[in-house]
């Protein structure tokens, strides 16, 4: 089974990804397979360069091929990212600031991210 997280919600990435999920994909007992997880708003901050869980997470994920994606918007406002805010949606939004290997971008750039591998089921905590 493939799922996919997206992280609306406060502390999303603090409570529940770097005290239940990190651990268990580190330890290979997550029992799925995480195609991809999608953050917003504050969450985006846990994916700064030398953030301890964004570092744990960007090796997991490239070790185990999960995508990661800040929302382009998101990422503008906090400064996390080159770009405009008339640039998102578009692809056109480049992050800075975070760990290797996240990509930055709205719904259209997502779904095109997971075509390849698309998820059974998406989750939003």
């Given at each position: 089974m493939k799922v996919a997280y997206i992280l609306?919600?406060?502390?999303?990435?603090?409570?529940?990804l770097a005290s239940m999920i990190l651990p268990q994909l580190e330890q290979n007992k997550h029992g799925a397979d995480v195609v991809g997880?999608?953050?917003f708003d504050d969450n985006l901050f846990c994916l700064r360069t030398g953030d301890p869980i964004g570092e744990r997470l960007a090796a997991v994920a490239k070790a185990q091929n999960i995508l990661l994606m800040v929302c382009d918007q998101c990422a503008v406002r906090r400064n996390l990212a080159e770009g405009t805010f008339d640039q998102c949606g578009s692809g056109q939004v480049k992050p800075q600031g975070l760990v290797e290997g996240v990509a930055a971008g709205c719904f259209p750039q997502l779904y095109s991210a997971l075509a390849g591998s698309p998820p059974d089921y998406v989750i939003t905590l």
């Open positions: 609306a919600t406060n502390l999303a990435s603090t409570t529940k997880i999608f953050f």
